[in-house]
């Protein structure tokens, strides 16, 4: 793709001539998004808002942005998300930066946050545990709305944990939020060594023989080890069910995002573990997205 979107690059380009152009390239290359992708790289590169856009299309780009939406345009037609190019993406109507080392949040996960806040208000004093934070999305909207609560993200990859750090700390909340390395293939409760009102987690949950069949967006730029769920997508899931009542305190709340036609077996692993009280949440697509179950009354960490 040369500058411009398939024009040479000139001082003269407007923004609405170059945004058609590239929206029609990645169009041809099949990317459903593809007007609302061009905007948003065109955005990007301009730093104007979508107002400017939209009222002065003739505006001119030097050559400098040019070559730099080309770029930037080049690089989605090879299926690099947009997100990554920019270098953050919108959850729960904040701005989380991202990293290599963490998923682009969707909005399917916001399921997840629906149901964490109709168990309480937002004055409650509670604590939170997110296992798998990545970019800390899930942790930080929940403290944004709980706003006297605190929560601890905990992560096996520390680029994960050092990319929610920022995002705590530029979303005014690194007073109340606090992130660690670490496995839930360990023995978590001696890692931590605190107990929880609310253990939310989307852990990776696709099956190991699917993730080459994934969008390519997901399966090369999505880090691997964030999406394989092992045989049947549900180790992690297993796992975390498993630790869960010595993470929460007396009739604390577990909330987990799993894969479509999951919910069944997850469902009967969380009953054979004490749980009680356990929902299904569905996502916009009318999928069960969500497992809540309250924790058993355990006597103390084991």
């Not at 730093?47 to 030097?62: K, Y």
């Not at 253990?199 to 696709?206: A, D, E, K, Q």
């Amino acid at each position: 793709m040369t500058p411009a979107a398939g024009t040479s690059a000139s001082a003269s380009a407007p923004a609405g001539d170059l945004w058609r152009a590239l929206a029609r390239q990645l169009a041809r290359d099949g990317i459903e998004t593809a007007m609302l992708d061009a905007e948003i790289l065109l955005r990007h590169v301009t730093g104007w808002s979508r107002e400017t856009l939209l009222r002065a299309p003739e505006a001119v780009l030097d050559t400098l942005q040019q070559r730099r939406l080309a770029e930037l345009g080049e690089r989605r037609r090879r299926g690099v998300p947009v997100a990554r190019l920019i270098g953050h993406r919108e959850f729960w109507s904040l701005e989380f930066l991202l990293s290599d080392e963490t998923l682009v949040p969707r909005p399917e996960s916001e399921t997840l946050i629906e149901a964490a806040l109709k168990g309480g208000g937002k004055d409650d004093s509670l604590r939170l545990l997110d296992l798998g934070t990545g970019c800390g999305c899930l942790l930080l909207s929940l403290l944004h709305e709980y706003r006297r609560s605190r929560g601890l993200g905990v992560d096996i990859s520390a680029g994960a944990v050092a990319t929610a750090r920022r995002n705590a700390e530029r979303l005014g909340l690194k007073d109340r939020a606090r992130f660690q390395t670490g496995s839930w293939n360990m023995r978590m409760d001696n890692i931590i060594g605190e107990r929880f009102d609310i253990l939310v987690s989307n852990p990776p949950y696709i099956r190991s023989g699917e993730i080459g069949g994934l969008q390519k967006e997901v399966r090369e730029h999505d880090p691997q080890i964030a999406l394989d769920g092992g045989s049947d997508g549900m180790d992690s899931l297993r796992t975390i069910i498993a630790a869960a009542p010595k993470l929460l305190r007396p009739n604390g709340r577990l909330l987990l995002e799993i894969g479509a036609g999951q919910s069944g077996e997850i469902v009967s692993f969380m009953e054979n573990q004490a749980f009680q009280k356990i929902r299904k949440h569905k996502d916009l697509a009318g999928i069960d997205r969500v497992i809540e179950g309250v924790s058993p009354k355990t006597t103390g960490i084991i």
